[in-house]
Structures are given as C-alpha cells and as structure tokens.
C-alpha cells in the first residue's frame, strides 16, 4: 500500500520557452529500457515477488524503500517534460509536425508525457527483471542503475531547457545513491568490492554544475526511508564508505519534505482540461461549494496566489 | 512523492495446493488491457500530466487519489499469483511443462508474477490513455473500470483458488467503487446521468460471495483518502447514491488499515531468494547485528512467530 | 461478404506541394490507437463475434453497418496521405532524411501510406476490443469515437495541407455522427443520457470551416445503410434529437453515392509502380487487348481523359 | 467504399462440441502472419496506395477485387472460432484455465476470436508489405498465398472440429485461386511461368475431402467480381489454364450468393451480449416498435424460425 | 566475417520420443531475453559498434570471439529443439492442439524452432544493450550470462528429454566460461573482485549430471579462440583462478573440432522439406550429377550411411 | 559453428563529416523487415531446421553458406552507421535533439548502431520465415532479396554521405547474387524461370556508379563459399547464365579476402569506451605486458600506423 503526497521531490523551474524536441528526448529517462519506469517497476515487482523476506529483511526493506523513492522519480521526469511541452498546445498555436520528434506528445498526450522512450516506442513490461534470485536481481539493479545514469548524463549534455538541467542535475545524485546501494548489498551478501567500479560512467556527477547544489546538501550519500513505519532495517546494507568521497553512507529515517507542485496552465489547444478551461474551474467551484467545502481550491502549488501563474503565462505566451 | 506502508489491502488466505494454471489466468488482472497495472498507471499518469489543476482540483484529487489506491491493487494481484505460485518452485519438483500454461512465471519469474497478461503477453505503456482532456479521460477510466470489472468476473468464475477468490471478491468491490467514482465525475461535469448504466457488466456484486463480507463493512461505497495531507476535494465529485443500493456514497478521510502480507517460503527449485536460502538468513542476521539493529528481522509479518509459517511449508509440500 | 465500389466517400484535392512531415502527423488518424484502423476493425469484429444477433438485432445492425462506412475511412485516411506524399518519390529526388519524420513512407511504403501511427510504430490488434458485452463494447465505442475526435481535431490544427483539411473536416463530421450514434446506443439500452457529453472534445464542428459545407448538406445527422439488403433496423437506435443542433437524426436507406478517386501519378524514384511505368502501361495495354476487353482503361478516376493528370504532373514538380 | 452483405461465403456448421483449444490454433488462419487478416490487410492498402492505377488498370483490379473476397474470409474464419467457442461461456461453467490454449479467447473476447495467432500474439500492421512497386507486391502476394496454403493444409490437420474442416475446405479451394491469380499476375506481367510452382506445399487440394465439393463447383477456377459496378479487368490477368487441373481459369462476374450466418446463441456466462440476454431482446423488440419497424427482427440468419436454433441450444449444452 | 563450418559443438543425442511441451520449454533458451540469441546479438553488435578497438584490444577480443562462439549455441539450441520436435510432424500424425505449449512450432515453424522464448513471444531487437561503454557493456555482459546461466538450471530441471539435457549440460559449462570472462575483465578493468560472486546462481555446475563430462574434459576453464588469425589477445583478460576450482584460466588457441550433426530426418505432415521428400531427394541427385558433383550428398552428418537413419526412423515412430 | 575473421567484405572509407541524419535512415538495412539482419537470421535459422539436409544437399549448401556471407553484411551495415556517426558523441558536443531523426542511436548506442529499422522501431523474430518447405523456403528468400534491392536502392538515393554509398553499392551487387541465387534454386527445383524476372525492382545494378566497381570485379556473378571444409554443392543450384548479363555464374571455392576495418575514434561525450578513453589504453596495455604478449595491440586496422588515425581525427572535429 502507499501514501500519496502532492509534493515533487526537488525543486523544479516553471515552464519558459517550449522545447518539443528536447521534451522527446527526456522520455528516454521516464520510457527508456534505463528509464525511471523501469527502475520503478523493477524494484516494486521485485519487492512484490520476493520470498523469504523475513530471513532476507534487510534486502527486501532496501529494494522496497528505493521502489518508493523512485515513484518520485517517474513523477520528476514526467514534470519536466509537461513543462517543457508547456506552450505547444496553445489554441490555435500548435506546433509545425516539422518541429515535433514526438508527434503523439501533442496528439496523443495532450502536450505531455507518453510512456515512451526518446524514439517513441512504448514502454514494455519486458523491461522488468525479477527473477526472485536475491542475488541476480542485485546485480542486476545494480547494472539498471548504471545504464540509467549513462542515460541521464547524456540527456543532460544534450538538453539545456531549465527543466531538462534540473531534473537531470538532480536525479543523477540520487540515482547515484541507488546504484551505491545496489552494489553495497551485492558486497555485503558476497564479499565482491564493487565499490571499485565506481563512478560509472566513469565521469563524477560533482563535475555537473546542476548536481553540485544537491551533493552539497549531502543528498549523494543519503537514503531516505520512505515509510511511516516499515523497511527499518536499510542500515544493514547501505553503510560503510561513499566510494567517490569516503564520507559514510547515511540512512535518513524520513522521506525528505519535497517541494509543492507547479500548477502547469491549461492548453486549450490539445483540450487539457477542455476548450474552455475557465468553464471547468467554474463547475469545480460549485462542486465544492456544493460539498460544503472551502471557496478556493485547497491544493498547495508553487505559483498558487503569487502571481506565478501569470508570469508563466506570460513566459509561454 | 508516495511513502510506502508493508501491509496489503485486504486478507489473503495463506498458501495451499500450487495452482500455476490459475496463476496464468490471474496474470490478466495484472498485466491485461484491463488489468490493475492499466488502471494504477493510467490514473498515475493522469495525475502527473493533469493541467490547470487548482482550477479543476476537486478532479485532479480523485484521479490522483484513486491512484494510490491502485499501487494496493497490483500488489494484491502478484501477492494472489505469488501464493498461487507456491510450491511450483520446490527443490528437484519443479512442474511439468505441460502443466504450465505461462511458463515464464516459473522461468523468468523465480515462481511469480510477470508483466504479462493471460496469453502471457507482456504489458505495454499503450495501455495508457492520458489525453489531458478532462472529460475524455473521465469517459475512459469509466469505461476501463467497466472492463476490468468484467474481466475480475471472469477470472473469479475460471479460478476457485482460495487466493483467486480472495482476490476477485475484494477487487470487485474496490473496483466497482472506482467504476462509480468516474461515472460520477462524469455527471458531475455534464450533467449526463451514468448512474443508470449500473451494474455493468449486468451481475451485481452482491451475488459474488467473496465480495458480501466487504460489502457488509460498507466497502462498496467508501473511497479512501491515500493521503496524509492532499487530496482534500473528494467529496466534490464522490457524493450522491450508490447506484445499486441507493446508500449515500462515503469519502473516507484516511487509508484503511491494511492487513499484514504473508511472507511466502523460499522457493530453493528456482534461486528464490537462493539455492539455499537459509545462508542469506545467516547473512542478513550478521549484517544486522553489524548495524546494531535487533536480531530479529524487524518486519511484520502474518505468519511471524506463530507456527504459521510451518504450516504453510506443509501445506505446500 | 462485402461488395466493393472504387470511390471514395468525400472529394478530395489533387495532389499539390509534397508534405511529408504532414504526411506523417495524418499517420495517426490511420494506425493510432484511436485512428480509423481501430474504429474499423473493432466494429468489424464485434459484429463478427455477436452473439444473438437476432435478439439484439438494432444493435447488430448499427455497428455492423458503421464497419462498413469505417472502410471509406481508412481508403479516405490513405488517399490523404498519399496525395500528401505525391511529390516525394520523384526520380533522382528523393527526399533529405533531416525533412522525413516517417521514413518508411518512402522507403518501405513507396512514398505512401503505412499501418503505422504519428511515432511510426505499427497498428496492433491490441487496439481492438471486442468483449461481447453489448453495454460495454457500446461504451468502449462512444469513447473510441470521442478518442478519435480529440485527433482529428488535432491533425486539423497542426497540418494545413488541403488534402490533410478536407481528410479532417469530412471525418469530424461522420465520425461525430458515429460518436452520436453508439451513445444513443447506450441511451436506448440503458436510459442513461449521454447526449449531455457534447460536443467532446467540447468545440463544436461547426467551427471548423471545412466541416460547414458537409454540416450545410446535413450529413452531420445522417446515418447511411451501407448494405443493399441488409441492416435495415438502425433507427431503432439511431433516432432522436441530434445532441448539439436539436435536428432529428435520420437513417438514409442506401450508400452516399461517393466521388471518383484520383488516379494518383507514378513516382518512379520509389519505383511504384515500376521505374519504368510506361512499360507498365504498355503491357497492361496488351492485356487488356488479348482479353478482349477495351482498349483504354476502363476505371472511372476524378482525373480522367481532361489534362487534369497534366496539371497534377506540374503541381507536383 | 464498400457495401455489406450479411452473409458468409459458404456454408458453416452448427455449433457442435465446443473445442477451445482447436479454436486457438484455428487463430494462426486469423492474426498469424500469412492468416486472412494479413492477407486482406495486404491487398486492401496496396489498393489504396496503387499509383498509375488507370495505366495498370488489371493489376490494380485484380489487388482491389480480392481484397474485397478476403473481408469475407475473415468473417469465415471469426465464424468458425466463434462456433467452436460456443459453448465455452456457459452460465457458472466457464472451461478449466488448464484446458484453455488461449485465455483470452475467454476473458478479453466473450467466448470469441481475437486478433491473434495461434501463439496469442496479436496481429500487427508489421505484417503488411505495399511497396507500390507492382512487381514486387505481386511477388509478395504470390509468396504469401503460398504461406496461407501451408498453414491451411496444417491447421486442417490439426483440428477435426466440423467448423475448423469446413473453413479450412472452403479456404483451400479460394486461397488457392488466389495463390494462382497472383502467380499469373507476374506471369502475365514478366513472362516467367510461375505456373510451374504449384502446387505449393506440395500436396493437391482435391486431396482434401472438405474441399472436393468446392472443386467439383469450380470454385478452384473461378474468380468473382466483388463489385457492382467496378474491377471490370480482371479478365485481363486471370486468365489461361489452371495450373493443375489444365482447365480454363474463369472471372465470373458477380459475387456468389453466400449463406445466411447462424445467430450463434448467447454465452451468459461470458456476458455476450448479456448476462440476462432476454432483457436485450426485450429492449430491442420495444425499441423496434417506437421506431414502427417489424415486431420480429428483420436479419435472415441460419437458425431462424425452424427450431435450428433449439437444436444449437442442445448441442452446446 | 564469418566462415562457417557443418558441426555443432558438442554430441547431442539422436531423435527419440517426441517432447513438443518441452520443446516449447527449451525455446526460452533461444529467443527469451536471457537466451542464447540475446547473447549472441548482443556480444557482436557490441563488437561492431567497438570504438578505439586497437587502444582496448584485450577486451575488443574478447567480445568478438565470444561473440563467434554464441553462434555455436544457437545453433545448439535449435538443434535440441528440432530434435525434441521430429515426430510431430509426420504424415496424418500432427499433434493434438492440447499438447502444445507452442502451436507455431508446428504452424509456422514446420516442428522447428522460432525465434520466441518459452511463452511464445517474439525475440527483440531490445533485448540487446551496446552502449560503447566498455564497463558497462562488460557489466552488462557479466550480468546477462548470469540470468542466463539461471534459466539454464531451471529448463535442465524441467526437461528430462535427453537432447534438452544434453544441451544443458554443456551450455551451463560454456555459458558458466563466459559469465566468469566477463567477470574477469571487469576485474582487470577496475580491481573489484567479481569472482566472489560465483557460483551464481549459486548451485555449482559440477552437480549437474550432464556437464560432468564436459567439466572432466577441462572445458569449464578453456576459452576458446574461434577465427583462424584474430583475437590473439584473450589472455591478457581471461586469466587466473578459476572461481570455483581455483585451476588456471586457460585460453586455447584455436576452435573445438565438434561434431558432425544429425540429419534430421523428414515431416511430411509439415511439408519440410516437402510432402514428397524423395522427390526433392531425386532432384538433389540430378542437379549433383548435371553439375559434375559426386553421386552422392558430399556432407558429414552423424548418422550417415550406416543405418542410423532407420534407427532414428524407428525411434519417432 | 562459425570462425570469425576480423576484416570486413569491402572497403569502406574512413569517418568525414558526421550524418546522424542518414545514419538513421541506413538503420533500414540493418534492422528493418527486409535488413540484412532479417536476412542473416531467416537464412540462419532455415539452416538450422532444415530437415533431410542430405537429401536436399545442394539446397542446404546454398542457404547455409549465404547465411555465412549475411553475417559479414550485418557487419557492413553496422560499419557504415557508426562510421556517419563518428563525430555525435565528441564531449561537450553532443547533437541537438532537433537534429537527430533516431534518438537512441546517441543516448542507447554510444553514437552507435541499434537493432531497428529507419522509424527506430526494434528488429523482432517474428521477421523470420523458416517453415520448413523448401520451395515455399526458397521463394520467400527469392521475395525477401527482392524486398532488401528495393530498400537498398531508396537509401543509395537518399544518403549521399560516403560510407552509405560505399555500402549501397557494394550490397546492391551481392544482395543480386543472392536474389539470384535463389530463383535459380526454384528454378532448378521446379523449372520455372524466375530469372524473367529481373532486374526487380526493374532498374539495372549497373547503373548505380558506387556498384560498377565491384560490376568490374565479377562480383554481380560469384558465390563465394563461406567455408574451410563445408557446403561444396552450391554449384548444383547455382549455375547457368546471368539474367541480365548472360555470363556465367560462378562459385568460388573460398570467401573472399575482405578489408582491415577501420579503428573508429573513441567518442568521449557518449562514454565510449570510456570517459577517459587513455585510461583504457593504458589498463589494456599493462594486461598484455602481464600476460606477455606484444606491447603494441596485435589487431590489423585500416589506420593503424600510419597517421590516418589523426587524419580520421581531423575529419571529425
């Protein structure tokens, strides 16, 4: 079971100048065979599937709590696209089909996320592997996180739209802290010094400016628990020494706050939500009203009541 | 962001005789068209690509709230498969392949759940419909829940393993919540009376016995708030009678409890957790122990402590 | 059994500038999930797979008799996108790769259409669905037709090419009357009133310019009987108020009468039909003579015997 | 465009035992590779994309003329599924998971044909080949009616089943004449004789008893005219001796009559149409009535008003 | 480049009792994600796509000439598989459809292997990760025959047909000298200590039966070197202990001699190669004599002129 | 079994300017229906399953030695991608997105070759025909070649860069030794004259400017036996005269010499192989100094020695 909370777990820039085609290659990193998708549902199915999770607890509690984390991740990828593709569904604005790498973003999606990959090919359980051998699987998570940060740094180098940097910046580190994790249960369970194999891809994520903000918080050497009450035993396998900086390897016993969700603008052109979004908002006021609830929306946004929003409108206009 | 809590949604029976044919045909709940990885990830994505939600919240809240709920429901699915799975993995006993109708299960799966449908055809993101359009997709997560509701009927009349049954009586109920959450939704929005479509397929859920002990705690009506902090809006679009019953429909200001899951026995015929597990036992208690954690494994679980877990291994063997 | 008749159901332009990028955005009103492929082949097998067709027999004849219109839609997507791509298979021109967002159009399609959608991967038999449920399959298509709507509105807006226009503002006209037609399908059955969900996409058709002059003609509230003997019960269900004007529907007891489809001109640099066609033509002269036939061709094709293939030959050059 | 004939092309049995795991493998005949809907898919849009089609006029004739004949032969092949399915949806006694080849014939069709193979894998536009290079795709069509005769000879082997033997009979004997025209469409067209090839697989069609009846008809000789009033030269490559029997291959310048369908009985336990199909019936009779058309349905099935239909109700149960 | 040479590279057993379920089994071990053809394509894909192959040569050979020997276990696998088919395919003999794990074995395949895993589903290009990234292709590499290695272990547990356990037996030998390959060129690559991982999964291969031989035979350390003039530089990665015995890594500078393979006899039910296969025969002998050839066939295969042809006659009938 | 040798068919030129553009769409030929990845498996395979080879030894030889010569155009393909994308991965300077038609070819390949076609959809098994019936087998083949000339013609026109020229032309002429090879092997099988059928499509290979060169050779003539020892009947199938020369064929009794490959430039910004490709470098020249071996790599490439390495640097910056 989970817990839902409408907050994003780094903090993202608001939609400026639209970027289609960087938006369609971010998918990679949320449809990706490497992507967050896959990291995610690797990990639940994993954590769903394992046997003996009493006699392995520490093992089950790592790979159940990173599934968590990683929910966050598939939420942060799809963010940054959505803001990039912000201003591509203007009414009577959509783009040129010349300018568009991924056609279904706007026809399909709504000027937002597809699960696809950065050649628009749909995601596909077959990327999940969780073959319920603990250490097949560990080694496997451990190659997964690998090729996802091979991933990121590319689309890093290769988008520079605010959103891209931030949620590559970002995911890099804790991406990082992942694949640390994975090969520290490998050398706990086996003896086997895979902390020699770091960094890989074999360029340090301190060199990425849009990192440096989050490892200066210590957010590399971190793994945040992200459970009211279960998976208590992550300390039995995430320890010992960082192994690009020797600083030690930390369990924090708490998600960590995020950060309140951009509230992105209507795009009547694609009709999300609808032709005439202020008719919408409308009917939801009465709806509310109706159910003896507050006059104003109760959800917390970061450009909620500041103006923010017209100056989104203004950035994307 | 979700925090994630160790307990599954409803009680499953423990394991008893293996059922791998049943375990295939179960696998169309999971990875179908219509199965609960459609509908987590259809509302999921839904959420995340959701525009202008301050002004369309009360919305926004109950597609992201059912969501969460969904995350309990692919974990109920591969739990009942799991259980159904036990003792298809046993030492020098693994089944005849003439007795496997998904022989990936056993292969690939370690004894498990795969991302597969019944035909064993694994599942894809162009299950996803996420349009952005309000309506449309209120429309089509009406017309998805109508499909899985089928689907779990089915499936509940091919399969009379306890753990099957367990399973389609509780998701039935769940699910017709949801299938009357976006009907309502959908009137709420236009006008257009859906309630009058109900039950669809036309067999009330009451009929179904495994679904009379939910229905008599009032689960057929109530819609869960998965939430510590959000979603507050529910009741702006889940009100009114229950199609069915007349009862008023109830939102529900917190998760249920949740039951402890199993924990299922090793699986040592196919490396689940190991070949022999009782080393990653002795493994983990010294990496606790190094951690200055308890002894024991922290974890709770349903069968821990009372004997249970034995008689689960000979119910299997 | 089904007869077959070489028009096409609305005039279309002659070919004009190439447009392959466009060529390749109409791409999903044929292979997308909501593309016409879909719409015809799913009713086409849920008529194939009735059962008591008899008792059921107005609603048997509505979607059996709607497949059969959904055949001049995918041969009106194609003639779209092959006007569209007249001009791109030119010998010793062929397009630059940088212009093609759809490869295969001319390197396996001959400069025309594929069974793909706008990202280029192929139409699946996935996107049928085909449940036997009458309410449900009549649900499933109220939203397929909603579905598709949202696209060619889309496709109107993002190409202004006049074939990919007058594809767009015939097919939002009669696939608005399909959208009517099985949501008073459900009405009839049920009592529930989905005349209160239009328009969905909430702008109206009559907006769209090129939709006016078929709108003016009526043939927004029009079924046709595609049939010479068969399917004579449609206005059992197709009858009533049209939702957005108030007219009565009207079943019309035959066929629209169509229009001649253009004899399209060769494109030798992709070799279709030969790299020499008039060797083609040659042969197929001879053929013809041998068989005792006539000696021209005796097809009827909206360019025929008046200079127009001249003018098509020049517009494309 | 086409017009529908609510009849089957030849003459289908009853449903008799059901026999699942025979429908399963009669799908290969459906969605596999060289299945009908790859062959009526194939001719269908190489028709649409012909280019020069006046200066090939023959070539293009005989392309969209058998397209037209393949619609009707995957209604026969959904009709000999369906018919071997019935009986598999009965109210409180679906199959055994364990004696289902293909769950979803059950769970996702109603009892009913799926767009599959007899893998389970779903048919895909990959499977269609239209170059416009007029040689090529003759050569193509030749070779994948060679394929479709191959799996044809196999599945009638396989499946003893009165409805897969009388499709594969009837299919045979059409599919051969197809697999002929092509190769004379080559013939006709380069001179090389082709004629030489058949049979191919080696084995005569009038070896089959199920086909003899056709073959004593000259059903193997003839090609008809699916048109009222186009495709008139046909007669211009079908033409010369049949290459086994030396006799004089035929156009015959009609459609056959075909066979009324059997109203296949309803499958409560699989809803189709309903679980209460009687109040189906009983809403089409009232609706029916307010629409001034007859009291009794209008459609001409198989099993109408002589008591057939009490007989099905027995065979199946 | 290639060359090929007529031998499989270990002895596999004649044709006896047919086995189509474990036949459809074996296949995961060709076409399923971890399966022979996954790490065929992907060790020569990353070959060709080696970048600075003099500045890495130890490793660029490596790969390569692995690659070469993969080719070998496709090979070996199909022939398995081909063997556990032959007698499903005999003349008015096909199988029952119940019996089929894999219709298309028989359908499509003529009783032969198709290019699917165990559940019938397609290989993909997508099973193949070249990223150009040494470490992590090696990585990848070391993980791949990991899950392969798993797979192995569990088909050789549920097939008893003596070709399925031959073939196991010698893969999980060959397969176990590439896992422990790889893991040494990660080591040499970064000093991390891969060999403690072995055996994984962690049941030695010096159990199994069947690969007892072949460990006798010392070919659980060899690394062969399959080109006639390159890859001369495995020793300078393939080195040291080996994992589980502690002998010396060996490489051994030219290919193993294998073994002539069986000629499997004919299916005349499935047409392979012809209904009429003495006819082919009689063919061959003639086009032999017309080009100057000698008599008879010049090919080695296994059972070749002295009577073993009946022998296997006798066994699958 | 095969041996590899480490040179390619024929001589490509080195790395210019880069062409991610034509790069994608040469990924046709590798990957798509009808690449020569499609054509290496298909012939593979039906080697593999091939039954009765004895008795059909001519035709065994023939498949399986083309087979042989397939892998080397795999390997050509494969070599001209990467060779056009030399230059997308240097650092700090990877692509815009807008500039890349297949996006995966940078972030998943290392600026290198994926498994896919132009559209940048995956290469899947179910593009393997292998049914076991010789002719049908060999027609296949004979359609499958003429499919490979037609798309290898598109591409010659489409990509201008060198290395997409070099490879067009040379395929053209092998690729129509093989087209021939087959339709003589059906010809010689039933006696139809399939060569009538050439050129298809119908424009000479002589005329292409990149071909004559290998024209001039006698390579449009020559089959090379792929083998040390293997597959000496191929002269009893293929023989007689060039159907648009009138020459002779020939079989030449060994492969032909083929070219040193070029050593493509590491590509740092993609990681490969390295970040640090020195680093590499010098780790693997330490390994051969420990395993004695030369100091210098051992390999033979195109530019090894002789500056061109620098020049090939230069061309790329």
Redesign the interface.
Known sequence: ?????????TEMPPPSTPDP??A??VQ?LL????GE?STF?NY??QS??????????????LI??I??EE??H??LV??AI?TMLTGT?EK?A???????????Q?????????????????????Y?????????DL??N??LE??AR??K???Y???DHPAARALTGYLLVRGGVHQIAYARA?E??????????FP????PTEKIPESQPHIEKGEHKKLYR????????L???F?GPHPETGEDLEVVDQ?PE?FP?F?????E?????????????E??RK??Q????SDE???V?AN?GKGVVDKVKDAVS
Not at 1 to 9: A, N
Not at 226 to 233: H, N, Q, R, V
Not at 290 to 293: I, M, Q, R, T, V
Request: hydrophobic share 40%.
């Open positions: 079971m989970i817990l839902r909370i409408d907050r994003v777990q085609a960087g369609a290659v990679e449809g990706g065979k490497f998708l549902m639940t199915f769903f599937n394992f046997r003996q999770r009493q006699g392995a607890r520490p093992f089950f509690d159940a709590n599934a968590a929910f966050g598939i939420e799809s963010t959505n569904g009577g959509l783009p040129e089909p010349k300018d568009l790498l991924n056609r279904q706007i026809i399909a999606g709504g000027s937002a996320t597809m699960l696809q990959d950065s050649n628009g090919n749909a995601w596909t359980g077959d999940v592997t969780s073959t319920g051998d603990l250490l097949e080694t496997h451990f190659f690998t090729g091979n991933n740094l590319k689309v180098e290769m988008c490998v706990n369970l086996t003896g086997a010094d895979l902390m020699k194999m890989s891809p074999r360029i992200f459970s009211p009450s279960d998976y208590l035993e300390a039995a396998v320890n998600a995020g969700p509230d992105l603008p209507a795009q052109g694609v009709f999300a939500p609808d032709y005439a979004p202020e008719e919408i908002a009917i939801a709806l509310r109706k159910a003896g609830l929306p109760t959800g946004v909620d």
